[in-house]
Structure formats: structure tokens, C-alpha cells
């Protein structure tokens, strides 16, 4: 092992909506030098992957000036995408989101900061995180779910993220809960992200409301359905509007069921969640835990404990940090 | 480890209908003395026990008289059971199909043929037999699915069956895939389970008949539809009953569904499917395979084979005989 108060890791958070950037000591604690921008996809792959390299520069520069560090105590950066991808080349191989396919973005960045560095997937990350440095700390079997745009997983067994034989392992948005259910995006019926991802909880709230039900959220974007968002639900909620905690205890049923699934199958010590919806608090995880009870198996249920992520908005840096020292050093 | 050529394990698995007993050479091979009586738990657990036991000693004695062995050489007894179950303690906490709560099956049975004994849960048992010695050899990461009465199933990372943190992992069978619908043995609701058991193909067989189908079925059973079975509808199938073909597609779409979940959140290289429903072959698999394709992400869809079982009838015998391998000896 390397001297960890010495050298640090940059972590690389890509999203659809932002862009965060931070370091992290080799040996963990507070992300330093927290850089967040919009994403900005449309304006192509070149401008992501600049903004990208500009915003790590800063960072590393920022922290070494602040410790008077040279630049080979910065060990390398660990990035995490949407995926699917493939770890091995460093490759995303599909991102809807991003519009990325067969993107080199691991090695156009290592290239252009010329540092090694890692790519994993953007919620296993996130997981990764919360078990480094956040709500999961020692836990032997852990389960991430990232409530966003999508929904995103994560699988951690003894430390070491569970990949599958492709990379894939950890899709928990795309399981199917009403197998004749909504459309999703990825092109199944029925996925948990088709009910509760941030999108998925503005469109039956919208829905609700083309068939009648009154409700402040109505007054809350002026009458402008389609600007009402999963944000605007949990303000309707926290406001004590009826419907829109209806739409809540509907969301923390979806997610209880496929939480439910994931017990049953996998019988994890936790399930971390992270994601804006969790400023819910109790409004989402009350019937959420209920939901799980009526579904999992008690002796798995039992033994579950369901959590909020502590590590908001840098999980998936402090992850993606994570998973550049696992990569590199073999143990985090 | 032991000497191999001269030592046997016994391999025990305890079914809702039927009790398999039969011994494995420690190092692998075909299941000798294999015995299978009716479990008749109706009876009460004394005398499923007293079954066991007796079934367990005319297998040891029938190997031994073939191979001029000592008692000695029987290593000991691994048991496979349905679940939830402790392994550390050797209790079956709870089994509706065999009427057992807080069972000590473990203990008895061991006490009972004074040897050790270990004991894990059925659909464990078979998926890792089928690891050791069936269709799923050397896969580094495999699933398993048993479809009898319930839906079993079983996970194996590594040549180690994972078990979750309290021994429930692997209830595949009772993962949502309809969350408001079917009502589960479970309590749950729209469990996998309640589409694809034998006795849920039997029951919409059955239902699509009471709303007035023609089918052959009707006439295979002289008109008494609580007679038909899952068995039924496959003999439709071969005889080329449209009906039945429609209920072995649907049935193909429900586990379809279930198996697109498994590959979107463990990627495993192997799917194993073991049953009596397997014996409908491509009528079964072929839009199995289709509906997977249909459903799950390619990047793991594509890696992954979904296959039948290569040891039925057997395989909880000799995944029960691993499992005790295993635990005594580190290795199988």
C-alpha cells in the first residue's frame, strides 16, 4: 500500500443532468475540491469529455496547491458512467441518456489528464460509495438503488462489487414488476424504473390529475402539467397535500415490491437508497419498509435493515474513487 | 483431503412428495443406491424421519456390501430440505408443504445414523449439483430454478452456493413479477411461483377450460378438470393440442419474465431450469428464450445460456452430498 496521507484519488461522477468531480484521500474521508456542472450532452461527445478533463485539472490543481502536493501524488481517477459498459477497455457501450455508443471514455480522459484510470458503472458506484465511506460502512452484503432519472443498482458482497459475467449485474430499475405493465424506456414492460424514477412519479402525478383529482400541485407549476416534477411531488407532500402523498405511498409501493424481490433473492444486511425522492424522509420509507414486510420473506426482511445514503450528491465520487484503489491497489 | 476412491457421502433430499436418497463417491460419479419412497408428511414428522433414516441406512448398507466397506467410510449426510431453514443450527424454520416449524431435521437425523450432517435448502441443493456433476460444470457464475409444487431456486458464485445473511437467498420463486396480481402460497402476490409452478399451470389450464376452451385436455382427464396437471398440459402439447401449447407459451412468458429479472441484476453466465416441465423441451424453451431476449439487457442476455438440467431426479442428492463435501472438507 502506498502512503495514503500523501496521495490522493480523483473520482468522476458522469450523469445525464450533472457532471461532479471531486479527490479523495487514498485513505478516505471528505471529497475535496467538489466541482459540479450540467452535463450538457447535446452539445456532443468532444465538449462532455473536455468539460470533463477541464473540471478534473481544476480539482487536482486545487488540492495540490492547498497541500503543497506534487503532481505524482495523485494516484489516478476512477470514473463512473452510465452503462452498460465494459470495464476491461474502459468502453461505455450504450448510454440512451448521453448518447454515447462504443465510447472510449476511460482512455480519452486517462490520455488527457495522463493519469491511469478506472470506468465502472455510475450506480455501483454510488453503492460503492456508500459502503467505503457513507451508510453501508462493514456491511457484508449490501444492495444500492439510485432513484434519478432512472433507477440505477448496485451489488456489494465482502467488499468487492458484484459484476455478473458482462458487467451488467446491479440493473435493478429494469426488473420487471407488472410484467404487462408501463413501457420502459429500455424496451421491456413493466420495469420498477417505469413506476418510480423521477420521471416515472411526475407522469402518474400528471396522469392523476388529467383524470380530475385536485390537488396543490396543480397551483405549484402554475397549471403547467408537464413541468411538474418528482421534486414538486415531495413539496406537495412536505405541504401536506393529500394527493400528493398518495402519489408517494403509490411510489413506496413499487419500490417496495421490487425491494421485496431483492431481499427474497439476495437476503442483503442493507438496501441503501439514494437519490432526491429520499428527501421524502418517512413520507417515502414508512410505507416503503411496510410494503417490504407485506412481500419479503420474514427471515429475510427481518434482517434487512432499508436506509437512506448519507454521501447525497457525492456517493458516486467517493465510489468511483473507491473503485480506482480497489482496481489498483486491490483492496479499498 | 480425504482418500476419494474409499469414501462415500450420503446425499438426502426431502421433498413435499417424495424422500431421494442415494450415496456420491467423495470425488464425483454416478449416484449409487438410490432410493425414492413418498415422503408422506401427512403422517407426521416422526415418521418422515424414521424414513429418512431407514432409507439412509439401506443405501450406506447396500454400497458397502457392493465395495466390502467399513461404516467408516461413510463420511456422512448431507440433507437438502425445503425452506427457510438456519444452517448453522440445522433447523427448518418453517416448510407449509411439510407441515415443520422450529425442526430440528438436522440433529434428528444425524443422532439417528450417528454421523455428521449438514443441511441446506433444497433448490441449493439441486442448482449445486447440477455445479458438481450436471449441466452447469465450471460455471463461475450460475442460477438455478427447480419447478415442482413451488419455484425454487439457488445461486452459486464461485463453486459456492451464496446464501445471503441468513440463509434465505435464492427464493426466486417468490419474486414479483405481477405486484398486483396472483395471490401467492406465500401471502405475497404475483409471485413467479403463482404463474409457473405445476400447480399454477395447472390452475390456468383449468381456468381457460372453465371460460370454454376446446382442448384435448378435457378429454385426457375424463372430464374431471381438478385432475389436470402440469403433466397433463405437456402430454397436450406432444399430442398437439393448440390450448396446451398456448398454456406451456404462457407459462414460457411468465418464467421468461422472471429469468430477464435474474440476468438484468446477477449476469450470470448459466441459467439451469430443472422439473418435470423441462421434459417439454423446445415447447418450453424456445419461447422462453424469446421472451428473455425480449426482456432483459443483450450485453447479458447474450452471455448467458439458459438450459435444462442434466440430472433429474438426482440432482438434490448430489448437490445435498457437495454441500456436505463442502463444509466438512472446504472443497468439492
Not at 20 to 29: F, K
Request: glycine share 14%.
Amino acid at each position: 500500500m502506498p502512503n495514503t496521507d500523501k496521495r490522493w484519488i480523483v473520482g468522476v461522477d458522469v450523469g445525464g443532468t450533472n457532471i461532479v468531480v471531486g479527490l479523495l484521500p487514498m485513505g478516505g474521508g471528505e471529497v475535496l475540491a467538489l466541482r459540479v456542472l450540467p452535463t450538457e450532452s447535446q452539445r456532443g461527445p468532444k465538449f462532455v469529455v473536455d468539460r470533463i478533463v477541464e473540471m478534473v485539472e481544476a480539482s487536482i490543481a486545487e488540492v495540490l496547491e492547498a497541500h503543497e502536493g506534487r503532481r505524482d501524488q495523485i494516484a489516478g481517477v476512477g470514473i463512473g458512467s452510465p452503462g452498460p459498459l465494459e470495464r476491461t477497455t474502459g468502453v461505455v457501450i450504450n448510454t440512451p441518456n448521453l448518447g454515447w455508443r462504443n465510447f472510449p471514455l476511460r482512455d480519452l480522459i486517462a490520455n488527457a489528464v495522463n493519469l491511469p484510470a478506472t470506468l465502472d458503472n455510475d450506480a455501483n458506484c454510488a453503492t460503492y460509495g456508500e459502503w467505503w465511506l457513507g451508510a453501508a460502512k462493514d456491511v457484508d452484503t449490501l444492495v444500492g438503488l439510485t432513484l434519478g432519472t432512472g433507477i440505477g443498482g448496485g451489488i456489494v458482497f465482502a467488499g468487492v462489487i458484484f459484476h455478473g459475467v458482462s458487467d451488467v449485474a446491479g440493473e435493478i430499475g429494469h426488473m420487471t414488476i407488472d410484467s404487462t405493465g408501463r413501457r420502459c424506456k429500455c424496451g421491456n414492460y413493466g420495469c420498477l424504473e417505469a413506476y418510480a424514477s423521477g420521471p416515472a412519479i411526475a407522469l402518474r402525478a400528471a396522469e392523476g390529475i388529467d383524470a380530475g383529482v385536485e390537488t396543490v400541485l396543480i397551483d405549484m407549476v402554475d397549471g403547467r402539467l408537464d413541468e411538474i416534477t418528482a421534486a414538486t411531488v415531495y413539496e406537495g407532500v412536505v405541504a401536506g397535500d393529500a394527493y400528493a402523498e398518495e402519489v408517494m405511498k403509490d411510489t413506496a409501493k413499487f419500490l417496495g415490491a421490487g425491494i421485496a424481490n431483492i431481499i427474497n433473492i439476495l437476503n442483503p444486511e442493507m438496501v441503501v437508497i439514494s437519490g432526491g425522492v429520499t428527501r421524502a424522509g418517512d413520507h417515502l420509507f414508512a410505507p416503503l419498509r411496510a410494503e417490504v414486510r407485506r412481500r419479503a420473506f420474514r427471515a429475510a426482511e427481518e434482517r434487512c435493515s432499508i436506509v437512506s445514503g448519507s454521501l447525497p450528491g457525492t456517493a458516486g465520487v467517493v465510489g468511483a474513487a473507491a473503485v480506482f484503489k480497489k482496481e489498483m491497489f486491490g483492496e479499498v
